[in-house]
């Protein structure tokens, strides 16, 4: 059974820091596209940032480029995502993903991966 697990959210001030990271397991991930996405209430689940199998070319979403930093070992089946100097509209609902479809274009879309994770909540105060 595919499974991804998240951790490393918490409550943060603004300007500090938070790693999260996702363990996958039940198959091996190596030829997955990975990606992080959050959801703040109230609002649709966004695209943050993605890796592709290879690790070569890595996406992130605008409001996040610059402070975010996603990474890959697939060695271990993990992805991570640093957070530096997050701001309190980081605050959401973290969610790991994973696509079996290494091809794919649209890695910033939700409907494109296969398989989530229960998320992690990230809080930054102001």
């Known amino acids: 059974q595919v499974q991804l697990v998240e951790s490393g959210g918490g409550l943060v001030q603004a300007g500090g820091s938070l790693r999260l990271s996702c363990a996958a397991s039940?198959?091996?991930?190596?030829?997955?596209?990975m990606g992080w996405f959050r959801q703040a209430p109230g609002k649709e689940r966004e695209f943050v940032a993605a890796i592709r199998w290879s690790g070569g070319t890595i996406y992130y979403a605008d409001s996040v480029k610059g402070r975010f930093t996603i990474s890959r070992d697939s060695a271990k089946n993990t992805v991570s995502l640093q957070m530096n100097s997050l701001k309190p509209e980081d605050t959401a609902v973290y969610y790991c993903?994973?696509?079996?479809?290494?091809?794919?274009?649209?890695?910033?879309?939700?409907?494109?991966?296969?398989?989530w994770g229960q998320g992690t909540q990230v809080t930054v105060s102001s």
């Open positions: 993903a994973a696509d079996r479809d290494s091809l794919t274009l649209r890695v910033r879309l939700a409907s494109t991966y296969d398989y």
């Open positions: 039940g198959r091996t991930f190596s030829n997955y596209n």
